[in-house]
Structure formats: C-alpha cells, structure tokens
C-alpha cells in the first residue's frame, strides 16, 4: 500500500469508526461514549468481581470484539506473532498509572475525542494535558528512553488473552450468574447496546484498528517527532464523523447527544485543572508504553504479550481506583485521586529517567 492510499485508508477506518462510536450511543451505550477503553475495562473489571463499584460493572462486549476482531485479522493475514519479554513488569505500572489519570480525567483519548464530538469543553482541558504528557515522554525517547527488545515466545503466550476474552463472552451469553452487572439505572454499567450489536462494533472496530494501526497517542508523537499526520488524521476522521452524526441525531430524535459547553456534561466533571494533570498523566504513560489503550488492545490480540500485561496493568488500576476511592465522579475529583495522579507524574518520569540515563547497572 503506498502512502497516499494508506492515508486514505486511516481516514476512512476513522470516519467509520465514528460513525460506530455515535450509534452504540443511539443503541444504549452512555452518552459520550460510545467507546471508552478506559471505562469499558472498568466496567468489565467490575463484573468480573475485581472491585465493588455497584454503578460501574458490564462485561463489555466491545473489549471482547476489539482482541478478536485484531485477533482474527492478524491471524488471517500471518501477522500473529507471539513476542513479548520487554520490562513487563514496568509496563504494569505504567499502565496502572495511565488508568489512574484515564480515570480522573472520565475517559481514555478515544473517549476524550468523543467528548468533544458531544460538545464536551471540558475535554479541551484533557485534550491539552494529553500533548503536554506526550511532548514529555517524546522528550525521553529523544534521549534515547527504551524498555528493551522483545523477543519470540512460545505461540501459546500469544494466545492467552484472546482465550480469556472468549471465556468471558461464554460467561456474559451462556452463565451471566456467575458475573456481576450494574442493576436498571443504577448507573453507566447499566447502559449498554446488545450483546451482539457491541461485540459486531468491537470487531469492526479491532479489525480496522489492527490494518491502520490507529494510536491517539502515537498519532501525536509522530507528529512531533516525524512531521507525519496519517495516524493523527485518523482521529480527527473519528471527531468529524461523530460530530456529523450527534448533530444529525439530535435534528433526528430531539435527542441530547450533542450538548455545547461544559455543566451538565454527561459522566463528566468541570475541573479544569484535573482534567488536564489526568490526561497529562496517561499521555506520558501511553507513549513510554508505546502506545494508547486501544493499540494495546489491538497489539494484545496480535500475539504481543507486553500488551497483553498493560492491559492487565489498566485493569488492575481501574479496580484499584474504584475500591479504594481514586476514581473522579460527575461531581469531580476525589482527594484521593490528586494525591494519586501526583504520585502517579512523579513514578512515571522516574520510570522514564531510569530507563533513559540509567539503564545499565
């Protein structure tokens, strides 16, 4: 594929993708989100018992779609490869932290696009700390910042997660009993679209995600680094084609799906200071890993093990932030979530020192 037909390419997955994001919403997802990756592993965590958060608990099927649906590509086009060994152990906390700001923020960067379609001001704030946590790692990997090679691995390590994620979609569609779920109006878990319509969405989503290597993150630093816009025209496709489609929405239904300004935003809060050192937050982590929540979805599915820890690492952070008190609210960030958030800047620029100027003993 040449360059102009691959940017063509990531423009069309985007303008599809948000044209999706806009009709899960329509079909019951939470306003806003029709896709979050930050909040669909929450809430999935929630129903597989990892924490207590009554308001916050679905196996989202649109996780699952997202590792098949990369899973099935890569498999189809002999790009599985099971690879992994590099510094997992830093990536779970990386990703443990990126989740600590996704959440007091209200939302990963594919959230953070969608917010703004939906007229969220308040994501200008979240939009504007992402590219200053992304210039801060961009500085690191100019100074040469590195977690170490990959390496092959046996071809089960590659097949792990896309295992697990089967094993849950079994569960929600076959023994829903053995998992816990939000009760009716009890809060964002309840809202969802059906389980097909959201796991078709996910694997639309994954296997379009898996082509074009679609990174809100790695968009940006690319940008920076290599003047190169393809990745980063993807998610403007995203902001325009669900901004077309919220508009067209609310002529159609006399719906709210697009609501200018920024009280009263929907799983939202106003702190504008907040949103920002959150989102600075999973920027830095996002490209000291490599990538956003999404792509390490679609790189999980693909047979990459790290990945498959960082999603781990956003999951075990999500059900840390809801059981002991860090995650934000609509009525806005806990004391616990600051004072995590600043550990969380503070571990994060360690992580990328060490790595950067320190890596041999």
């Known amino acids: 594929m040449d360059f102009k037909r691959e940017k063509i390419s990531i423009i069309a997955a985007g303008l599809l993708i948000g044209i999706i994001s806009s009709v899960l919403v329509l079909l019951g997802n939470p306003a806003n989100m029709g896709f979050c990756i930050a909040c669909f592993l929450r809430d999935t965590a929630g129903a597989l018992g990892l924490h207590s958060a009554a308001a916050v608990q679905y196996a989202r099927p649109e996780i699952i779609g997202l590792v098949l649906g990369s899973f099935l590509i890569a498999l189809g086009r002999k790009e599985l490869v099971s690879r992994g060994g590099s510094s997992p152990l830093t990536r779970f906390v990386l990703s443990f932290f990126v989740m600590t700001g996704c959440l007091m923020f209200l939302g990963c960067p594919f959230r953070m696009i969608l917010r703004l379609a939906g007229g969220d001001m308040n994501a200008v704030f979240g939009l504007a700390g992402f590219v200053c946590g992304i210039l801060a790692g961009v500085f690191f990997l100019n100074q040469g910042y590195s977690l170490g090679r990959t390496y092959r691995l046996p071809v089960l390590e590659g097949r792990l997660l896309p295992v697990i994620q089967v094993i849950v979609l079994v569960l929600l569609i076959g023994v829903p009993s053995l998992l816990h779920f939000t009760e009716a109006d009890g809060g964002p878990g309840a809202k969802h679209a059906a389980v097909f319509v959201s796991l078709a969405a996910g694997l639309i989503v994954g296997a379009l995600a898996q082509r074009t290597r679609l990174c809100m993150a790695g968009g940006i630093r690319d940008m920076v680094l290599f003047r190169e816009s393809k ?131």
């Open 231 to 361: 990745l980063l025209l993807g998610f403007a496709a995203i902001a325009v084609s669900a901004l077309i489609c919220n508009l067209v929405l609310n002529a159609v239904t006399q719906g709210s799906y697009f609501t200018l300004g920024m009280a009263g935003q929907p799983v939202a809060h106003t702190d504008g200071l907040w949103n920002f050192l959150g989102m600075l937050l999973a920027g830095f982590g996002c490209v000291l890993l490599g990538g956003c929540p999404l792509r390490q979805l679609v790189l999980a599915g693909e047979g990459n093990s790290d990945s498959a820890v960082t999603v781990i690492g956003l999951m075990a952070g999500a059900a840390f932030a809801h059981n002991f008190g860090l995650a934000s609210s609509a009525e806005g960030p806990s004391a616990n979530g600051k004072i995590a958030v600043i550990i969380g800047i503070a571990v994060v620029s360690v992580i990328a020192y060490m790595n950067t100027y320190q890596k041999k003993e």
